[in-house]
T-cell receptor
Framework: NAGVTQTPKFQVLKTGQSMTLQCAQDMNHEYMSWYRQDPGMGLRLIHYSVGAGITDQGEVPNGYNVSRSTTEDFPLRLLSAAPSQTSVYFC??????????????FGSGTRLTVV | GQNIDQPTEMTATEGAIVQINCTYQTSGFNGLFWYQQHAGEAPTFLSYNVLDGLEEKGRFSSFLSRSKGYSYLLLKELQMKDSASYLCAVRDSNYQLIWGAGTKLIIKP
């Protein structure tokens, strides 16, 4: 099925550990982004990419890295996990730049707990 | 600063109509989106408004007034499956989305 695939769905990390959240889309979308969702807050943009080889910071980039070597993949790396990074992470894509009238397609999310 | 306000929670009865409001203050405006998010799932796109007025899509309608910085999502003939959070998001002058915290809608039989 066409869409955005995120892995893993659940993860528990110890403080200081690193990990990579995977995101892949098969819709040939140029624009991809990573959000975190915390209780009582709106989705917050971490990093985004407007095409292969191009990435930029969003609202809350500290502690996270991204790369975009192909159109399909946009992994998010946590460099040294902290309890403040406990959250639900969503990858989202759209066909042309930040979403126009067709909105984003979201992945199913990764629930990350840092202990 | 940029701000999107929505009620935290609303309750409605199956078969009834409910209106979820969203007010916004953003640096520029390039469209407003509504998304539905069931518990434990990803948001899914519902509607998009860029001009003033009402957009209708089946049981769901969305209204926009740019001069008032105001939108609402109207859900008719409520069904139990409509129990979800509804997220309002505004695309600002940099074409990035600013998200509200969402309105949790509880449907009672």
């Amino acid at each position: 099925n066409a869409g955005v695939t995120q892995t893993p769905k659940f993860q528990v990390l110890k403080t200081g550990q690193s990990m990579t959240l995977q995101c892949a889309q098969d819709m040939n979308h140029e624009y991809m982004s990573w959000y975190r969702q915390d209780p009582g807050m709106g989705l917050r943009l971490i990093h985004y990419s407007v095409g292969a080889g191009i990435t930029d910071q969003g609202e809350v980039p500290n502690g996270y890295n991204v790369s975009r070597s192909t159109t399909e993949d946009f992994p998010l790396r946590l460099l040294s996990a902290a309890p403040s990074q406990t959250s639900v992470y969503f990858c989202a894509s759209s066909s042309s730049g930040p979403p126009h009238s067709d909105g984003y397609t979201f992945g199913s999310g990764t629930r990350l707990t840092v202990v | 600063g940029q701000n999107i306000d929505q009620p935290t929670e609303m309750t409605a009865t199956e078969g009834a109509i409910v209106q979820i409001n969203c007010t916004y203050q953003t640096s520029g405006f390039n469209g407003l989106f509504w998304y539905q998010q069931h518990a434990g799932e990803a948001p899914t796109f519902l509607s998009y408004n860029v001009l003033d007025g009402l957009e209708e899509k089946g049981r769901f309608s969305s209204f926009l007034s740019r001069s008032k910085g105001y939108s609402y999502l109207l859900l008719k003939e409520l069904q139990m499956k409509d129990s979800a959070s509804y997220l309002c998001a505004v695309r600002d002058s940099n074409y990035q989305l600013i998200w509200g915290a969402g309105t949790k809608l509880i449907i009672k039989p």
